[in-house]
Every structure is written in C-alpha cells, then in structure tokens.
C-alpha cells in the first residue's frame, strides 16, 4: 500500500493562504462593512409611544416592524394571531380608536397617537366579555387560533349594528378565516351578545 | 420588507416635493405594505400622509367632493354619498373586508396594483413588475385575467370595485402635483390600457398626490345596481362585476350608464350598449340585446372563455336590479 503524502509545495501554499485570512488587518474588515452598507440599506430604528389596552409603552423599533410584530414580539401579547401576515385570514384584527383593522398590515410606528385594543384588553379583569362567555357558550370555536380575530371583529360587528340577519352577519364577517369551519357557532355567539 | 425612513410631511408642497421614484406615500397601507413584505415594492422612504389629506365628504349642488383621505367605510356609510351617489356605496361594500374598508383610504384604492398571480409572483415573468421579462399569464394561468382591452405585453386586470362605480359615474380625480396646482383627471382618463408600457397602471403625473375624487350630480340615485361575480360570496376579487345605473321616464330609459371591473386593465364603460339603451323600454329584452352587444366587444383568453356567458347574465341581471333597487 502506498503512504500517503503531502508535498512541500502543498503543506506552504495552504499555510501561506491560511496566514493571510487569519491576519486580514481591522482597516480592511471596516471597508467590507461600509461597502456592505451601500448595498445593504442599514435599518432603520425608530422611537415612539404607543397606548395598547389603555397602557403606555416606550417603543424603540425597526421602522418595518407592523403592529402585529410590535404586540407579539416586543410586548409578549401574544393573544393575537399571525396567520397569513398578508391581510387575507383577519387572525390579527384589533381594534384601532375602537375600528376594526389588520395588524399586519398596519406600520406600528402609525398608531403612535390612536388607541389600540387587542385581545388581551377586551376582558374586564377577571370577568370575561360578552363576546368571549358567548364563544364558549356557542361553540365559536375549535383550534382557537383564529379566534382572538374572530372575537375582536365580532365585537365591532355588534358596534357597527351588522347584525340584522346571519346573511348580514356572514357578510360583516367576511374577513375573518376559520379553517376548522366554526361558523355557524361564531354566528351563533355574536346573535346571542345582539340580542 | 426592505428598510425605510418614514415621515409625516405638513403640507401637500412638503409631501409632493419630497417624493421621488424611491419614495412612496402611505396611507391605508392596505396594498402597499403587502407588496413591499413580497418585494414588489421596495421604496427607501415613506410619506405618511394620513394626517395630511383631508377625511371629509362635501357635499354641494353641482356634486360631492370625497377627500382622499376617507376610508372606504366611511365613505360607504356617508349619507350624503348613500342618498345623492348610492351606486358609490354599493361597490365599497362589494369589495375587500370590513377590516381593510376601514383602513384602506378613497385615494389609495384608486391606485392599487393588479391581484394577477404573475405580478405577485417574483419568480415569474411579469411586464408590470419587470418590464420585458414577458407576460405569464397571456398563455398561463389566465382565469382572472382580462377579456378586453388588453395588449400581447400585459392581460391584468384593475382589482377595485369602487373605481367602477366612479367610472360609470363620470368621476373626476384631483391631484397636486410637482408644480403645486391642483388639477382634474377625468375618470375614464385617468386608469390606463396596457399597451407596451404595462408598468404604468395609469396617468396620474409623476409624484403628483391625489387630494380628492369628485363626482357631478347626477340622477342616478333610484335606479341602479352593483353586481360581482366571483369565486366565494364575500371577501374575494371579481372574475366580472357590473355597475349599472338609469334614469327612467316611466319605462323608457332616458340615461344609462354601464361600467365593468374583473374585465380590463382598467375599469371598462360599455359606452356602445349604454348608447344602445338611450330611448328604449326597460324590459328584459332590451337589456338581452344590450349584453349582447356588450360581449360582442370580448375576446376571452386560453382559461377565461366563462367569461363570456358570465359577463352576458350579469349584465341582463344587473340592469333588472336596477328597476327594484
């Protein structure tokens, strides 16, 4: 069998080669950096207030954060849902100055001087709202992913006075996906608070 | 998403002279913010102009003037609008979510981009998106595509359901632009046809702003129906819709007006059967002869051929709601 061996040629081109990447000087490392930052936009940190359920925060985020990815991933309210995170689902719908919107698709950074209620601010303590008892009581839901959406759009659907017929009611909740198909227990839950 | 600066300009001569090819004004943010998460749209800046546009319906004797600002719920809900313009309030309703009308602004639906699968999809070939890379859809998945209007570069069609409404109602848009003057763009000048530049979806002038949409009074308050066609009975795009309105003299019809969306690249008026029905008796055969002449316009494409008897039965159903509306 014949040994394996590795020339002197081999052994001081790769050592050479490995010298020269372990000692690149500080002042080029900088320049890659900076050439990085003409190609790569360096993000953009903003700092605001915001009020969600009656509570003030001091927000220091990236201009893109939405206010779905502000309440999940900064304020640990996780109760709202990210579902399709492109306005098709309404799993993120909360209420903004007491209107129903997605939060997906709403920059958190534009809600600075408005009022914003997610899921988490509906109940009164410990007492459920009427939304809520009426889901559990109606059967209005099944996984309960879509649920946080579904209460916070059935909610302003009564507000909104859209509740005259189920057709008028499924029309009204048209933005809001269930894929476990509890429908007819949300329609049921948002005739129950109606009436 | 691509990162960006984001400001609230005070004037309209701040926001339109800080506005360039890599900034974009946001308002409802409803289409914007979803092209900008698939990198469709990548701006550097944006101009927040919510506070800045005026959220205001005015109501005068030669018409209405709706704000730029008003979101598509208010507006449906206006009483002004719901008594003087109701086909206007009709079409809000038909479109989007109850979440997205209360985001979504009059003058950003005026200006969103098309739903073609190929223009949301950056690993397809698309003229709107990348100009020259090819249309997708004129021999691909073409269901929801246009059946008139359209060009051998671009098959999209327009996917709002108001701007039928202001089309069939001879609206105008008012905009500011670069040289501070506010000028009207009458409706059916205002969305554009593909042609070989489908990259332009339509002619408001380089980064002018829209502050308004004015509507001229009309009589078309009584008689008057919107009818979408499409895939699920709420929440989706039109694969036709029918905005249709008369004006009657017992049964003849003095004034007609006959728009459609999911059809073209733009909102598309029917002005040949519209013609047609000046001066006849509102009964079911005329409007038969109407549709008739209406689809004698379409060439459907490869997937789209349904198109066709659709188009004709929502036309004939449509201007029959009119006489019970």
């Not at chain 1, 690149?24 to 320049?31: D, G, R």
């Not at chain 2, 990162?3 to 974009?24: C, D, H, M, W, Y």
């Not at chain 2, 090819?134 to 008139?148: T, Y």
Request: proline fraction near 4%.
């Amino acid at each position: 069998m014949e040994k394996q061996t590795y020339s002197r040629r081999f052994f001081l081109t790769t050592s050479s080669l490995l010298a020269t990447f372990a000692f690149i000087p500080e002042s080029v490392k900088a320049f890659y950096s900076n050439v990085k930052k003409l190609v790569i936009r360096p993000k953009e940190e903003l700092r605001f207030l915001v009020t969600i359920n009656k509570k003030k925060y001091r927000i220091n985020a990236d201009s893109r954060t939405t206010l779905l990815d502000l309440v999940r991933e900064q304020l640990q309210l996780t109760g709202t849902k990210k579902g399709c995170d492109h306005g098709q689902c309404g799993a993120c719908t909360v209420h903004v100055d007491g209107q129903r919107v997605l939060s997906c698709l709403t920059l958190a950074a534009m809600v600075q001087d408005k009022n914003v209620t997610t899921i988490e601010g509906l109940a009164d303590g410990d007492k459920l709202h009427p939304m809520q008892q009426a889901f559990i009581e109606c059967d209005g839901f099944q996984c309960g992913y879509c649920t946080p959406g579904q209460i916070m759009s059935a909610v302003a659907c009564v507000n909104e006075g859209h509740t005259g017929s189920v057709e008028e009611i499924k029309e009204f909740m048209s933005g809001n996906l269930c894929r476990c198909g509890a429908y007819n227990g949300i329609v049921e839950s948002i005739q129950k608070v109606a009436r | 998403m691509r990162p960006f600066t984001l400001s609230k300009p005070s004037t309209i001569s701040q926001a339109v002279s800080g506005k360039n090819e890599a900034v974009r004004y946001i308002a409802g943010g409803t289409n914007l913010l979803d092209l900008m998460k698939k990198h469709i749209s990548e701006p550097d800046a944006l101009l927040d102009v919510t506070t800045l546009l005026s959220d205001t319906v005015q109501s005068a004797p030669k018409g209405i003037r709706i704000g730029a600002m008003v979101r598509n719920s208010v507006a449906a809900s206006n009483s002004d609008i719901r008594s003087g313009f109701p086909l206007v309030a009709k079409a809000i309703l038909a479109g989007a979510s109850p979440q997205i009308r209360n985001m979504a602004s009059m003058g950003g639906n005026l200006l969103q981009r098309t739903r073609c699968p190929y223009f949301y999809d950056i690993t397809m070939p698309c003229n709107k998106r990348k100009p020259g890379s090819g249309c997708g859809a004129k021999d691909g998945e073409n269901r929801m595509s246009a059946v008139v209007g359209y060009s051998e570069h671009c098959v999209a069609v327009h996917p709002s359901d108001l701007c039928i409404a202001l089309a069939a109602l001879d609206a105008s848009v008012i905009v500011t632009g670069k040289d501070q003057k506010a000028i009207a763009i009458p409706f059916k000048d205002f969305h554009r046809l593909p042609g070989s530049t489908p990259e332009k979806d339509n002619n408001l002038p380089e980064n002018a702003i829209i502050t308004s949409i004015d509507i001229p009074a009309n009589a078309f308050n009584k008689n008057y129906a919107y009818l979408k066609v499409r895939d699920r009975d709420s929440y989706a795009f039109a694969l036709v819709s029918v905005a249709a309105a008369l004006q009657l003299d017992g049964l003849r019809i003095r004034e007609a007006r006959l728009a459609s969306g999911g059809v073209a690249h733009k909102p598309w008026r029917w002005y040949e059967a519209e013609q047609f029905l000046k001066g006849k008796e509102a009964t079911q055969a005329t409007f038969s002869q109407a549709a008739d002449i209406v689809i004698k316009e379409i060439k459907p494409l490869s997937n789209n051929g349904f198109k066709l008897p659709m188009l004709k039965g929502a036309i004939e159903v449509a201007l029959q709601n009119c006489l019970t509306a």
